[in-house]
């Protein structure tokens, strides 16, 4: 079982830069492969990000290509998102996944998810 807590949201103008945390508990999150997905106003989940166990592989959405960087500390059990260059159309919750697969899973089918950080980007 692993347990996942986001944070680092808020409100950012457009421009700006933002960091998100993902903290995670359980004795196998070194064998995870973690990812990002957003859910914005009146949308549907979407996804943003992935890392595999040990970092070596990263995936991201064609809309935060060169713009969001996804990384983790295994010895921390924490993944991140490091997101530049705001945009208002990147508001919305962003929930941090854990997939039992040490790669991130091709079907975007996650075990495990947070509560979501809330991200509101402003123009």
């Known amino acids: 079982q692993v347990q996942l807590v986001e944070s680092g949201g808020g409100l950012v103008q457009a421009g700006d830069s933002l960091r998100l945390s993902c903290a995670a508990s359980?004795?196998?999150?070194?064998?995870?492969?973690m990812g990002w997905f957003r859910q914005a106003p009146g949308k549907e989940r979407e996804f943003v990000a992935a890392?595999?166990?040990?970092?070596?592989?990263?995936r991201y959405a064609d809309f935060v290509k060169g713009r969001f960087t996804i990384s983790r500390n295994n010895a921390k059990t924490t993944v991140f998102l490091q997101m530049s260059s705001l945009k208002p159309e990147d508001t919305g919750v962003y929930y941090c996944t854990a997939s039992s697969g040490r790669k991130p899973p091709a079907n975007y089918e996650y075990d495990y998810w947070g509560q979501g950080t809330q991200v509101t980007v402003s123009s």
């Open positions: 890392i595999s166990w040990r970092g070596g592989v990263t």
């Open positions: 359980g004795p196998t999150f070194g064998s995870y492969a």
